[in-house]
């Protein structure tokens, strides 16, 4: 079997049709998508359903002065997505919470990143690493799998952000810049405003033309077009170096800790997690470890997150309240996204909303959530982040459904096996989390 190393080539499936204007480089190099950033706290005024065609192909018909080559929008987007003069208080930057040092996720073990004019907004969601979201498909409410019965519904699928509202890469770069709890923006005229202000304004207006700051449609949108293209650079966004691509590639081989680890990740009646953290080589291409789905694992609630305090508060991911086009789908309320598990031993916040603070801990709430509830929900052991009327749209197939009669479905010793085999997914430029865990 041929193996297609995304290190070497990408997708063609992926491939945006850019028209009228656009880079005809940009076809065949910058096809793929990234994935969420971190969320604002206020649910937004417009719904977030699938964008006609139309739309999408007039964003990439902008009709600029120049026409700028891919190594060109790249160094020009490595150097804004660190730009902090484009934010409110002219002190925080994309890579303010998608550190570059940590895998393009959090650089600390706050569950949520603070924002705004004045950098105290808090917002209500985990910061997610944008690495290895370059497959990252438009959201899709009813998706088939095109390898088996396609007549399945195998349920949402898709989108970028922890709820997939975002039905594209640029549409998730917007998301950040406009927050109250990030970027801190008013509008798009703001955004722009500062942008003319930048140190990076000059190589900008090289790049797209001298009128491009001119008008704020075409600010707007060349500074999202030129963070989109950055964030699908190979060397930044997904250099397959880790010890298991590695192992992948015949060049290494897993310890005996790292080996159990992955038999118990892919073993569907013990860890079952490559059911949805897919860890093969498919269709030629090497695993992202998510199947881009939308799951509700009842995850505590976290007291640490400022939202929290209100207790009429619930984040209910797909249905609410940041996302509002399927706020009437109950069977979607408690549903995130399924994050890549790539460089996960990087991090010290985990799920959606930061409720867990070690790799050891998550692994833990896998294997014993139901055997003894009580440990995450407090006394009476019922989900406390998920109103009871939704109960039925938690996930429950293994391992939750192989913890009987109160014995979780892996020992600690099984535990540090899978944590084991978490640590190889680690980049060359990353670091495991200082605790080691």
């Not at 989109?228 to 081989?253: C, H, I, M, T």
């Not at 995130?336 to 709430?365: I, M, Q, Y």
Request: net charge neutral; aromatic share 8%; with cysteine.
């Amino acid at each position: 079997m041929q193996i297609h190393d995304e290190n070497k080539a990408f997708p063609r499936s992926k491939s945006l049709a850019f028209i009228a204007g656009i880079a005809s480089a940009l076809i065949a190099v910058f096809a793929l998508q990234p994935t969420g950033t971190a969320q604002a706290a206020q649910p937004p005024t417009q719904t977030h359903a699938a964008k006609p065609n139309a739309t999408a192909q007039s964003f990439y018909a902008t009709p600029f002065e120049k026409t700028p080559d891919a190594a060109t929008l790249t160094t020009l987007g490595r150097a804004l997505f660190s730009d902090a003069s484009l934010s409110a208080s002219g002190r925080m930057s994309c890579a303010s919470c998608h550190d570059p040092a940590h895998a393009y996720g959090p650089p600390n073990g706050k569950a949520t990143q603070f924002g705004g004019s004045r950098l105290n907004q808090p917002g209500v969601r985990a910061v997610p690493s944008l690495r290895y979201a370059q497959d990252t498909p438009a959201f899709n409410a009813h998706h088939a799998e095109t390898d088996g019965d396609d007549s399945i519904d195998q349920g949402p699928v898709g989108g970028w952000t922890w709820d997939g509202r975002a039905q594209s890469a640029h549409d998730q770069a917007a998301i950040p810049l406009l927050s109250p709890f990030e970027m801190g923006n008013a509008n798009k005229a703001a955004a722009v405003a500062r942008l003319r202000q930048s140190p990076n304004a000059a190589p900008l207006r090289a790049a797209f033309g001298n009128k491009v700051l001119d008008d704020e449609k075409l600010g707007w949108n060349a500074l999202l077009l030129t963070l989109e293209v950055f964030q699908q650079s190979p060397q930044d966004f997904y250099p397959y170096n880790s010890p298991y691509d590695e192992f992948l590639r015949g060049k290494a081989q897993l310890s005996p800790a790292e080996s159990r680890g992955l038999a118990i990740f892919n073993d569907a009646q013990r860890g079952n997690c490559a059911a949805c953290h897919i860890s093969a080589i498919k269709r030629g291409a090497f695993p992202q470890f998510t199947d881009r789905g939308l799951i509700a694992l009842a995850v505590p609630r976290n007291p640490h997150i400022a939202a929290n305090a209100d207790p009429k508060y619930v984040d209910l991911g797909l249905c609410g309240p940041l996302r509002t086009d399927l706020k009437d789908e109950a069977g979607f309320c408690g549903l995130f996204k399924t994050p890549t598990l790539r460089n996960v031993a990087t991090r010290k916040v985990f799920f959606h909303n930061g409720a867990f603070h070690t790799l050891e801990d998550s692994v833990r709430f896998y294997a014993d959530r139901d055997a003894h509830p009580a440990r995450y929900y407090g006394k009476g052991g019922k989900p406390n982040d998920l109103p009871a009327r939704y109960a039925d749209n938690i996930n429950r197939d293994a391992p939750f459904e192989s913890q009987r009669k109160g014995q979780p479905s892996l020992s600690d010793a099984e535990i540090r096996d899978v944590v084991a085999f978490l640590k190889t997914l680690t980049d060359k430029d990353a670091k495991v989390a200082a605790s080691g865990r």
